[in-house]
């Protein structure tokens, strides 16, 4: 008989908690987590690196967009050039397990990436990045780093999560039926890989957002999941 998942609601309360944590180190208890300590002195890194003063921005480009869970004072569609979103992460813990594992996106170097930048209150961003890294950063899969956004009605800077190409989570360049694949048919404690990519498509056309490719994405899953219920 099949043990069934446990089921992980991400809430901000859940985050500051550590429930994330200890749901990570429950699925695979040899995972190696970075440690509050860690994420601290990360965040201090990345802040010292700003090249603005005042308010901290942030870039989202997936679950961010629709789940921001975060204290901001603004939002605005941004684009960042040079770097497109794709499904290169696995997820073994979260929107898959490691026998079925999922896909959540990453942030890739060439192309265009429309998102959402979030204004944080510079008297807040320490306290606001860290729900942020302990969401995101908990395995070290991405590095976070400052990009340039065009947003109306200027340009900035904020914190993207680019993909850590040398983590064992990142996945590479994959055929899109294997994508197809995973997404379709992985479900984790954090519910279906197939609802990330809907959810994600959803919010991005609510903005006025266009992604052919994740709009092909959603389709072709869809389609599977059908196929497989008939």
Known sequence: MQRSLPHFELTREAILGDGIRALLQAMDPELTLLTPEEHRASITDVLQQRPDS???????????????LIDFVEKRVATARGYHRCFCLWSRTGRGTAAKPGLTLGLERGGCCRGVAYRIAEGKAAQELEVIWRREMLTGAYAPRWVKL????????AIAFLTNRGHTRYAG???????????????GPLGACATYLFNTVAHL?????????????????????EERGA
Do not use: M, Q
């Open 205 to 225: 056309e609510a903005l006025g957002i266009g992604d052919r490719r994740l709009k092909r994405l959603r389709d072709r899953v869809a389609a599977r999941i």
């Open 173 to 187: 360049r994959l055929p899109e039926d294997r994508i197809i694949a995973a997404i379709a048919e992985a479900h």
């Open 54 to 68: 005042g308010d901290v921005w942030l870039f989202a480009y997936g679950s961010l967009i629709w789940n921001p």
């Open 150 to 157: 065009d947003t109306a009605p200027a340009e900035l800077h």
